[in-house]
């Protein structure tokens, strides 16, 4: 008896061969063959029927065989053409391959997880950006109610000691059940706000900063170059704009020249501006405004201001500012080239720097907005490198603690009708954490700022002496 791949055969012990190969069609088949030079020593296989029964039953273990190993990754039969032998090499590159799949699958699901909550943010982000619209569309319904209204209208006063330092906005319903009604005439009303305001500082209702509220986000820059910019609105506006114009730059890059022009700051919220304009010469850093249909800016190294008429789309006057650092020399602790800063207030125009005689402190100065005149400058104690921005209310110049501490601090002021100046603690959210503009609006009463892709305003609040 000779064994070949588990068949017994009899008859002569001779030599047997297992070949395998494909069909026709691509099916695994077997084939025996014995060589044997005398035909008739065996009867004829056809019709014997035990040799039949056991071929049969070997083609029934082999597809078994057959099944197993696919099962098993494809490496029976079909893989081993030498034999039917186990192959390590094989079952390790298997194994390998199971490892990559299942790390491929994990990466999936973070990935699938990383899309679920990037979907919550951008539902959150509408929702906050729907509330703003919502508060701006009451506000201006009060504001519009509040002067068609005749007579008197009643003001809600906050009752207690100090209110003015410690007051916070809180929902209508709960301020209603901690106040007092008080009859105020309407044209009083309008004296000590800013909506009756024709352009005096006498009807602005001048004092000292006491409250800044929450941010309100107005718009989101929508590339890398809104990184940080700068955007405002122009409190004593010329024809054809309003005060409604709304300006913006994305002040990221080493050619920044785009001016971007909308009509109100809901377009801005869409993303559409009006018009266009190019910068003759380009601009540095986050410092420039808007102001008397003028924009203010710092041309590209060097520590001059220019003056961009809106209308006629041409720089009208430019002058340096004696001794100022710039390109880096004596930036707000954010960096990003914020060496000149202009600021608008009821008072007029101003511009925020530092010089070597001054030491690193910050140097205000009063100027011309036509001819960029220095009319008068004041050195003050506070180092600019140690404060995250500034800008100037009623004559006055406060700074930010940080760009990127989410609870900041108004935290010094400088007047420059008395020349000194005092530490401050006034609460200023840096929502996003990374403020790279802040400027005061007078005509609104509100800081524009940009903090990380995000245009928003602030509300604030001044005693009146």
């Known amino acids: 008896l000779l064994f070949w791949g588990g068949l017994t055969l009899g008859c002569r012990a001779e030599k047997a061969f297992l070949r395998r190969a494909d069909d026709s069609t691509g099916r695994c088949t077997y084939s025996f063959s014995v060589a044997s030079p005398v035909e ?7 019709g014997v029927p035990e040799l039949r029964a056991e071929l049969a039953s070997l083609a029934a273990r082999l597809s078994r065989l057959e099944s197993r190993e696919r ?47 990037l979907e919550k943010e951008k539902e959150e982000l509408g929702r906050r ?23 008197s209208v009643p003001v809600h006063t906050v009752s207690g000691p100090d209110t003015a330092s410690r007051w916070d906005p809180q929902s209508l319903a709960y301020q209603e059940l901690q106040s007092e009604r008080t009859e105020v005439p309407v044209s009083r009303l309008l004296e000590e706000t800013a909506l009756g305001r024709p352009g005096g500082k006498e009807s602005a209702g001048c004092g000292e900063l006491v409250w800044v509220g929450e941010p ?6 929508d590339s890398i170059a809104g990184k940080y910019g700068v955007w405002m609105k122009d409190p004593e506006p010329v024809s054809p704009f309003t005060r409604e114009t709304t300006w913006r730059v994305d002040a990221v890059g080493t050619e920044v020249r785009q001016l971007f022009q909308y009509e109100a700051a809901e377009q801005l919220a869409r993303g559409y501006p009006a018009k266009v304009h190019i910068l003759p010469r380009p601009l540095e850093s986050t410092g420039a405004v808007i102001y008397r249909g003028g924009f203010f800016f710092q041309p590209r190294r060097s520590r001059a201001v220019a003056r961009y008429d809106l209308r006629g789309e041409a720089v009208t006057a430019e002058r340096e500012i004696p001794g100022a650092g710039y ?52 050195e003050t104690n506070i180092r600019k490198r140690g404060v995250a921005n500034s800008f100037v209310i009623c004559g006055t110049l406060y700074t930010v603690s ?8 108004i935290n010094f002021a400088y007047d420059t009708a008395t020349g000194a100046s ?29 903090d990380s892709f995000n245009m928003v305003t602030y509300p604030v609040r001044l005693s009146h002496a």
């Open 40 to 46: 008739a020593a065996c009867p004829d296989a056809g």
């Open 71 to 117: 099962g098993m990754g494809g490496s029976g039969p079909r893989g081993n053409e030498a034999g039917d032998t186990w192959d390590p090499q094989q079952t390790s590159s298997a194994a390998r391959l199971e490892a990559a799949y299942s790390e491929l699958l994990r990466v999936k699901s973070r990935l699938e997880e990383e899309k679920v909550r």
């Open 129 to 151: 950006l729907e509330s703003s619209a919502q508060e701006i569309t009451r506000l201006r319904a009060n504001r519009c109610a509040a002067v068609s209204g005749a007579g």
């Open 216 to 221: 309100i986000v107005f718009g989101r820059a």
């Open 327 to 378: 390109h880096g020399q004596y930036p707000y602790a954010w960096g990003g080239y914020t060496d000149i800063d202009l600021a608008v207030d009821e008072t007029g125009l101003w511009v925020i720097y530092s010089t070597e005689k001054a030491r690193g402190a910050i140097v205000l100065s009063k100027l011309n907005p036509e001819t960029l005149e220095i009319q008068r400058t004041w």
């Open 402 to 409: 940080s760009y990127s501490a989410p609870n900041a601090t």
């Open 422 to 450: 005092r530490a401050l603690s006034i609460p200023f959210e840096n929502r996003f954490r990374y403020l790279s503009m802040v400027d005061y609006n007078p005509t609104e009463r509100q800081l524009f700022a940009w």
